[in-house]
């Protein structure tokens, strides 16, 4: 919906329909959960999981910069992002000058099985995203479908057309976008 109302504000086309990208829930299932993943991780806490590519469109900045909070509350939990990107090794940095890298895992690029996986087994799901400096935003936020079709619970902004996908407090819970204190108090 984001995508068509953008395109009815150009003033084309007249006529739009907007035809949801379908998953194979085959392939994204709860159970696809592995405690054996779990233990090979050496996740004891609460694990927090991101996907996606390292961009600015993606709001990891604001996610590392929530968990600070969500460590005092939770001193065992534990971030994982997953994907590549060219922000990639800013965001390195960004979570050892909060001292929260020991705290945060980038694995870089996965199989899509093995993204299911981990969807499969993580506490919660946190896709930060908020609109770029040039615009750029979700279109639909197929990864959220995904994360809920496996089980997990989701924690999103109301950027784009994420809301088409995730419905606050039903679906799981939205927050403004690039706010980072209302994204720790969803994640707790």
Same mark, same amino acid.
């Given at each position: 919906?984001?995508? %068509?109302?953008?395109?009815?504000?150009?003033?084309?086309?007249?006529?739009?329909?907007?035809?949801?990208?379908?998953? @194979?829930?085959?392939?994204?299932?709860?159970?696809?959960? @592995?405690?054996?993943?779990?233990?090979?991780?050496?996740?004891?806490?609460?694990?927090?999981?991101?996907?996606?590519?390292? $961009?600015?469109?993606?709001?990891?900045?604001?996610?590392?910069? +929530?968990?600070?909070?969500?460590?005092?509350?939770?001193?065992?939990? *534990?971030?994982?992002?997953?994907?590549?990107?060219?922000?990639?090794?800013?965001?390195?940095?960004? +979570?050892?000058?909060?001292?929260?890298?020991? =705290?945060?895992?980038? *694995?870089?690029?996965?199989?899509?099985?093995?993204?299911?996986? =981990?969807?499969?087994? +993580? @506490?919660?799901?946190?896709?930060?995203?908020? $609109? @770029?400096?040039?615009?750029?935003?979700?279109?639909?936020?197929? &990864?959220? &479908?995904? +994360?809920?079709?496996?089980?997990?619970?989701? $924690?999103?902004? *109301?950027?784009?057309?994420?809301?088409?996908?995730?419905?606050?407090?039903?679906?799981?819970?939205? $927050?403004?976008?690039?706010?980072?204190?209302?994204?720790? %108090?969803?994640?707790?």
């Amino acid at each position: 919906s984001a995508t %068509a109302e953008q395109l009815l504000r150009l003033g084309k086309p007249r006529r739009l329909a907007i035809i949801p990208m379908g998953l @194979d829930l085959n392939c994204f299932s709860p159970a696809l959960r @592995d405690r054996a993943l779990r233990k090979k991780l050496l996740i004891r806490g609460p694990w927090i999981l991101a996907v996606g590519r390292m $961009v600015e469109k993606k709001g990891f900045t604001h996610l590392l910069e +929530a968990m600070p909070a969500v460590i005092r509350a939770f001193p065992r939990a *534990t971030l994982t992002i997953t994907g590549t990107g060219p922000l990639l090794e800013e965001l390195k940095h960004q +979570a050892l000058g909060l001292h929260i890298a020991a =705290y945060v895992t980038f *694995t870089g690029a996965l199989e899509r099985k093995l993204v299911a996986a =981990y969807m499969a087994s +993580a @506490d919660c799901f946190v896709g930060p995203s908020v $609109v @770029d400096r040039f615009g750029d935003t979700e279109a639909q936020g197929v &990864v959220f &479908v995904e +994360a809920q079709a496996c089980g997990c619970p989701v $924690v999103a902004t *109301t950027a784009g057309g994420i809301p088409d996908v995730v419905r606050s407090g039903e679906t799981g819970i939205l $927050v403004p976008p690039a706010d980072s204190k209302a994204l720790a %108090a969803a994640i707790l």
